[in-house]
């Protein structure tokens, strides 16, 4: 494939959940060098992709009205989109110029949502959540731990936690 490929991935609301799907993002930045991305996320998962390498734009869907994806959809419906990806299983690529979709469906009992994810892309493997760190806010993160000021204490789940279940 030659040229560019953009690629529209609509990351879910909820941060936890953008986190566990940002695997199958990860495995489309690394399997298609030619793509450019723009992410849409809210609030509190938009700013997890700000250092998507090769990201064109970052739209932040402030609210979850009707009006608001009338908006979004004003946005992104003059690009005629390789791909297609809404991890929030709404009916706006279905309406978007593309090439391919791929929308995540209703949770499956027992699936997580990491297995979700890679299903929705029809991936053979599940890759695990991926971030991407730029040198910038990497730099920003260790300034806010300060160097020599003694051990760190990180409070995590127990050894017994299975993780947060939808229903």
Known sequence: MHGRFPILYIAEADAEEAVLSSGALAQLVEAIPQ??????????????????????????????????????????????????????????????????????????????????????????????????ISRDTQEAADALIPSGSGPILAIGPGADWIGKRWP
């Open 35 to 132: 793509a450019t991305f723009t992410v849409v996320g809210s609030p509190a998962s938009a700013p997890l992709f700000a250092d998507l390498p090769r990201l064109q734009r970052l739209i932040t869907l402030d609210r979850d009205g009707r009006w608001d994806w009338i908006a979004l959809w004003n946005q992104v419906r003059e690009t005629n989109w390789g791909l297609v990806v809404d991890m929030r299983g709404s009916t706006l690529s279905g309406k978007l110029r593309r090439q391919r979709r791929a929308v995540k469906d209703k949770a499956a009992p027992g699936l997580h949502l990491v297995e979700q994810a890679a299903r929705t892309l029809q991936l053979d493997e599940i890759p695990a959540p991926k971030l991407f």
